[in-house]
């Protein structure tokens, strides 16, 4: 029986984490919205290759901007973590809405202008790996629960 408390509370933990991660990520969205957007020249863009056994592929724009005439120059794509794509071809499809040397949209912090993104959606992996592991761990919990009460 302590094993299922044990699994409820990683589940319970879990279930937090991704909770919270959505939280700020809707938090984010909702401040983003009222961010004021300036045009971007896209000056390079790139895809990485990662590869630890699953090979993952992240889009990399580089871009300047001004604001109140001052120049800022950014690297962010989305709110949140580095964008990753399961395939190249994706990667690629995604880098071909912003062409180097074309402007494209940039939303800025009007606090921070040096915090901007090319695209104002959200993006946190975080919260949905958050849940998937308090739905596995709740299923383990259940599991080790009836596990207990059939072999008592």
């Known amino acids: 029986m302590e094993v299922a408390v044990v ?7 879990f ?3 991704g909770l919270l991660a959505k939280l700020n990520a809707e938090r984010r969205a909702r401040a983003m919205a009222g961010w004021p957007t300036a045009p971007a020249l896209v000056t390079s863009v ?7 056994g699953l090979t993952r ?3 990399w724009i580089t871009y300047s901007y001004a ?4 120049p800022y120059e950014g690297d962010r794509i989305r709110m949140g973590s580095r964008m990753m794509f399961s395939n ?4 690629l499809a995604f880098l071909d809405r912003f062409p ?3 402007y494209a949209t940039v939303h800025y912090d009007p606090r921070r202008p040096t915090w901007a993104v090319l695209d104002g959606t959200p993006y946190s992996p975080v919260q949905i790996i958050g849940l998937v592991l308090a739905i596995c761990m709740g299923l383990a919990g259940i ?10």
């Not at 629960?145 to 059939?150: D, E, G, I």
Request: charged share 15%; net charge negative; proline share 2%.
């Open 7 to 13: 699994f409820f509370a990683i589940a319970i933990v």
């Open 15 to 17: 279930a937090a984490i």
């Open 46 to 52: 790139d895809i990485i290759e990662y590869s630890s």
């Open 57 to 59: 592929y992240m889009p």
């Open 67 to 70: 604001v109140g005439g001052k």
């Open 88 to 91: 190249r071809k994706e990667a």
């Open 100 to 102: 180097v040397q074309e």
């Open 143 to 152: 599991l080790a629960v009836a596990f207990a009460v059939l072999t008592h």
